[in-house]
């Protein structure tokens, strides 16, 4: 007999504030035969540059997204009926050796992703976006690249290393796995080390939309020259929660004010839905800092849509299918 995904845990029989605190309630990887999307949390803070304390990230936004529901009216999707979901856990890397972190995060994200499944990832810090670009490239060659950040993380060095929370997408661009036609960083803002800053990012091929765009061109404009950017590519998104204001997301380790509010991102994301992507992290919550769970609410809201995205491209296909499948068969009658 044919099942449907397993959902989430039911609220109505178990209060949503009881049991386990697997990401929206969700089922646990073994609690199901198979996964379309997979959940990770990757406790890392090695990479920081400021405040630490992202480690604790994944667990507090597991618990922020304790009342999260089945049903996006917004998108008009249910995420956890179109696509079996499940909360698998955290990836052990260790916290002492960042060389030996990515490595290890990499081959899981390989293995996570062996039988087809999408990942969604919740950071921890940005250095872990390089180890995920560097799996989902070798699934489906160099992707298209969306990162939400106050901050370019294109710098080269750190006190000389190579590999931090701020260097990622320069590596990634070095490294030819992403697709440079359509990179774009948005929400970016503050003061730089230089304005060589800026001409280094644009000679490594990203474009910007900085936060002050979104404000003053809106968010429909600024969704439109993103998604002519990006076009059908595979797509990848990698959101620091301090795209934020701080009045939004305080507790994040390297704060700047003047962020787009928590309603414009989620708006930005969602006039994106029907993209192909492919992958996801939302990274950076730093819970020390945050004050009734402002920061970790707003990441488990993100990640929602994120999933509703994966959920909405399902939905979009099924239904192409299945007026294709009318339209042959009414040729046929004909």
């Known amino acids: 007999m044919t099942t449907g995904p397993v ?20 089922p646990r990887i073994d609690q199901v035969p198979s996964a379309d999307i997979k959940i990770i949390g990757v406790p890392f803070d090695t990479g920081v540059s400021f405040r630490p304390g992202a480690r604790f990230g994944p667990a507090h936004v597991r618990e922020s997204s304790r009342l999260l529901r089945p049903y996006n009216p917004a998108l008009d999707v ?11 856990g955290d990836v052990s890397v260790n916290p002492f050796n960042i060389d030996e972190a990515i490595e290890t995060l990499q081959a899981a994200a390989l293995e996570l992703t062996e039988d087809g499944a999408r990942l969604l990832t919740i950071g921890g810090d940005h250095t872990i976006a390089l180890p995920l670009l560097r799996a989902a490239a070798e699934r489906h060659g160099p ?11 294109t710098w080269d060095t750190y006190f000389g290393a190579e590999y931090t929370h ?3 997408f320069r590596r990634a661009s070095e490294e030819g796995i992403l697709d440079l036609d359509a990179v774009s960083h948005v929400g970016t803002r503050g003061p730089l080390y230089g304005k060589e800053d800026l001409d280094e990012d644009q000679r490594l091929g990203f474009g910007i939309v900085t936060s002050s765009d979104v404000h003053y061109r809106g968010v429909r404009e600024v969704v439109q020259i993103l998604k ?3 076009g ?17 997301a305080p507790g994040t380790g390297t704060p700047e004010a003047g962020g787009l509010t928590s309603r414009e991102l989620l708006e930005i994301l969602r006039g994106l839905a029907g993209a192909n992507l492919i992958g996801a992290d939302v ?10 769970q402002l920061t970790g609410i ?37």
């Open 143 to 153: 992707v298209a690249l969306l990162h939400f950040d106050a901050h370019l993380d």
């Open 228 to 230: 002519e950017r990006i």
């Open 283 to 292: 990274v950076e919550v730093s819970p020390a800092y945050d004050h009734a």
């Open 7 to 26: 959902g989430p845990t039911d609220s109505s029989l178990t209060p949503r504030f009881a049991g386990a605190a697997t990401f929206a309630l969700l």
């Open 166 to 168: 701020g260097t990622p």
């Open 298 to 334: 707003a990441a488990s809201h993100v990640a929602y849509e994120l999933l509703s995205m994966f959920a909405l491209r399902k939905q979009n296909k099924t239904q192409a299918n299945t007026a294709s499948a009318s339209g042959s068969t009414e040729d046929t009658h004909e």
């Open 78 to 88: 249910s995420p956890f009926k179109n696509l079996q979901m499940v909360d698998a």
């Open 232 to 248: 059908d590519r595979p797509l990848y998104i990698s959101i620091d929660i301090d795209v934020l204001d701080p009045a939004h």
